[in-house]
């Protein structure tokens, strides 16, 4: 949960994957997955998301 090299040292204030995970636990909770997907600091989130959550999700 608490990953480090999501962001680049040299960029502190471009946090989006930090942002991403951030609000993927408070939006779907114990109800779905996510994960930090890629390497280095160019990486995604991927989320698995129940069908009946996805449009609030999005």
Do not use: W
Request: charged letters at 15%.
């Amino acid at each position: 949960m608490y990953l480090q090299n999501i962001y680049a040292p040299s960029m502190p204030k471009s946090q989006a994957v930090s942002l991403t995970l951030a609000l993927c636990d408070e939006l779907l909770g114990d109800r779905g997955a996510y994960r930090v997907h890629g390497g280095g600091f160019a990486g995604t989130v991927q989320a698995i998301v129940p069908i009946d959550m996805l449009d609030g999700f999005k």
